[in-house]
């Protein structure tokens, strides 16, 4: 059974800071991974995903995640945070037969001014 | 968020009552899916779909099951409400081939 680990419950950064939110998968073959982002009661976003190529993947709002196969790693970063990228951050991973979502248990980001 | 909406957006029910919840889609996706977020547990799958009269389990399916007679619509009932399925509950379509999957505003269900 695939699974995905967000070893932190939450972040803490200072505006202008770079950030890292960890995201740990086990799956077997290849991954298809997930960012999503979530705010005060909102529904889920989704910020940016690895399906295979570039081991660096660009996505929404200055995101970027970097995919290693031989740490099963999928970070999600951000050169420099900003106050309104507080929120709740999941990684997930797909599950090739059903094509539905494993996540992880999420990632508060504070960011302080 | 990608044609998708959730009624309704809120209930409060008692316990041993049947909720039933609507998704609807505007995208003509194949794939639905029903999942509940609860703290420290992330979202968690329930059920899905992969067609029109065709779904299958989650991992957390018990007291849940659902229903789709066409493509716009799954939908998710409780059949005797308990405690424990207070939760919010999203509605996602997408996943064929290498596409995104994308998540309706979301349900607060509180059962008393």
């Known amino acids: 059974a695939q699974s995905v680990a967000q070893p932190e419950d939450q972040v803490n950064v200072a505006e202008g800071n770079p950030l890292t939110v960890k995201c740990t998968y086990s799956?077997?073959?290849?991954?298809?991974l997930f960012w999503y982002v979530q705010y005060p009661n909102r529904g889920l976003q989704f910020l940016l995903k690895y399906i295979t190529g570039d081991n660096l993947v660009k996505g929404s709002y200055g995101f970027e995640a970097e995919f290693n196969k031989s740490q099963t790693s999928f970070h999600l970063k951000k050169p420099s945070a900003l106050v309104s990228d507080s929120a709740l951050y999941f990684c997930?991973?797909?599950?090739?037969?059903?094509?539905?979502?494993?996540f992880g248990s999420g990632t508060r980001l504070q960011v302080q001014p | 968020d990608a044609g998708i909406t959730q009624s309704p957006r809120h209930k409060v029910t008692e316990t041993g009552t049947p909720v039933t919840l609507r998704c609807h889609q505007t995208e003509n996706h194949r794939y639905m899916y029903w999942y509940r977020q609860d703290p420290g547990h992330g979202l968690r799958l329930i059920h899905y779909s992969y067609g029109v009269k065709d779904t299958d389990k989650g991992e957390v399916s018990d007291g849940y099951s659902v229903s789709r007679s066409k493509t716009e619509d799954f939908l998710l009932t409780l059949e005797s409400a308990t405690s424990s399925q207070t939760s919010v509950y999203f509605c996602?379509?997408?996943?064929?081939?290498?596409?995104?999957?994308?998540f309706g505003p979301g349900t607060r269900l509180l059962v008393l």
């Open positions: 997930a991973v797909r599950d090739t037969g059903r094509r539905a979502l494993t």
């Open positions: 799956v077997s073959g290849n991954p298809y």
């Open positions: 996602a379509i997408g996943g064929r081939g290498d596409e995104t999957q994308y």
